[in-house]
């Protein structure tokens, strides 16, 4: 139990004041090391006062002077799930012309709340109802950073008995409210920069201004003594409370507090958004910067088919992954279960069997990319790559065709779809953009995919992770009709481009013994920028094939882009092609992707660019040195 003697604040902030008299509220008001705010003459017993309502005009003006100060307006933050957190920052001031509607009501509030988490509990413990507290946490900043801190919310029932003897209540409302100069020149700067300025998240609009007592238990503990509604003491040491429960005293004396008298319902506190007094104009550029936070991957979606179920994780989508779940027959992806750090149980789509795969993430780590391997039936398969360079396994089978799912700089949050016959039919991602630090990849351009379906999935992903300064060696090949397989080394940078370190990734294909072998180095400032081969008949196989090429592509904002690294299938030779590019003058990145199944390449030609070649996709290409592998 912890027992904290005459604190007080209003949400979050200083809200019962230690007085008895009313002339002393005239006076310059005086803040301690405890954040207990009372007037600096006051003395303990002092019985001067008169009623608010006896005061003379001009003592009411001078009690609003130090009122406004006091309760002036600074903002709460409630970000953590511990309790609100006063800001030191004014924020607001009144607008309107005549004083805010103060009166005196002398009498006593309580009741029993039951709460479900933490955060729950640790609010309302501390005077927040949960209407309020409901208000707080709809505010898309606050529930981002949140998420951000990545605090965990556990889920415990608790009960809190709140008792509140009320002397003087303020109100105030949101249109008699302005931001101050400094708050919107500080929402100003915030938006020319990559963070923002922390003053708070909500004002509040209530203040109920007297003693108040706080008592918090688990439920089935607090049944015993807290169940009796109709009287209720305000002295600690009138309850019988267990050691895991949480009391509270806030302003007032020790006569006061071991008064007695009858109850009344509990009456509301309201909160208002910081940003709901922000001009238009702030608004507008808030909403389009917080629209931006979250992006989807792929950015436009199918038509809707004609049955099945869609789902939508829009509303998880500021929350923090801890784990994803999935559950495969062997040829589908059936469910994919989602759990969140700041919510008590999984969010699952699609079908209700226990999962059978899974990928858990510690804190600070996120799934930064998805390869998702599907055929017209739906997903087939999945792997995840994350912020810590970690590869998961292939969930699901080695059917279909693969898609990289990922967005530039953000890390996973949700996912959307459609569940048809039981299956993941379609599979939509949503990326956070809140989340800074290193492991969270640049751009990245994808080509189309060469080849079958058959095969088995492989990834030199680990290899090259997240990092922008991993360049291609050298590659090699054997072949003698087909390709038989593909090695690559990857070469790696430290500190300011020094102290380089090489590494051969995985052999994929048929016998590191069959073939003919070819090798092809590139020297230390030059990049793979196209592919070209030849693949056989969709249907018949063997023959010469159709010949490809697959172009570095330039990114959105016109840079030229090169090969990174490879993924794709493999089972005797290399059979597709697929290429993800990045840009060259961020990062040596672009990936091909071999595939190694039943439609064969017969011919690669890899190019590079010359020593002097732009890194502007749009200048032109002088000359290339090309290396054929080939029969």
Known sequence: MEGNQNRSRHHGQPRGHRRSSWGSWAQVPHQNENNNVYPSDWVEGSTDASSYAELDEATRETLYDPLTLLLDLSGVRVDSNDGPRPSSHRVAQCISTRSPHVRETNNIDSDVVSTENRRETNYVHKGWSLSALSTSDKSPWAVSRIARNNQANSWIRSSTKYVLIQKLRVDLSAEDLSPTVELSKAFEEALKRPSLFER?????????????????DLEPVARNYLKVTDRSYLGLHQLSMSASARASTQGGDPTTLQSEDNVKEWLRRPVTHLTTILSKELQFRLNELHRSLVTYCPVTTKAITS????????????????????????????????KYTTEGSPVTYGSNKTPNNEVTLTAGEYVTDIILWKDQKGVCGLQLNTSKGITSQHFGSD????????SSGGCLSAFSGIVQSDIIHDLRTLWRHDVQGSGLGGDREFSKYYGGVAGTPFSDWPFVKQSDTARIKSIRIKCGTYIDGIEVTYEYFGPGGRDTKSQKADYHGGSNSGGKE????LASDEDIVAVLGRRTSDIFGGGDGEDFRCQAPATGDGKATRLHYICGKRLMRPVIIYIIFS?????RSASMSGYLGDKLATRLKLRSPPPHYSSDARAPILARRTCPFDK
């Open 518 to 521: 070819h090798t092809f180095v």
């Open 200 to 216: 708070g998240d909500v004002i509040p609009l209530v203040f109920d201004i007297g003693i108040s007592l706080a008592v918090t």
């Open 399 to 406: 059917g279909g065709t693969p898609t990289v799912m990922r």
């Open 583 to 587: 840009p060259i003058n961020i990062a």
């Open 307 to 338: 049955d099945g179920t869609s789902f939508d994780g829009t509303s998880h989508v500021h929350n923090t992954i801890s784990k994803i779940a999935f559950y495969s027959d062997g040829y589908y992806i059936k469910s994919i279960s989602v």
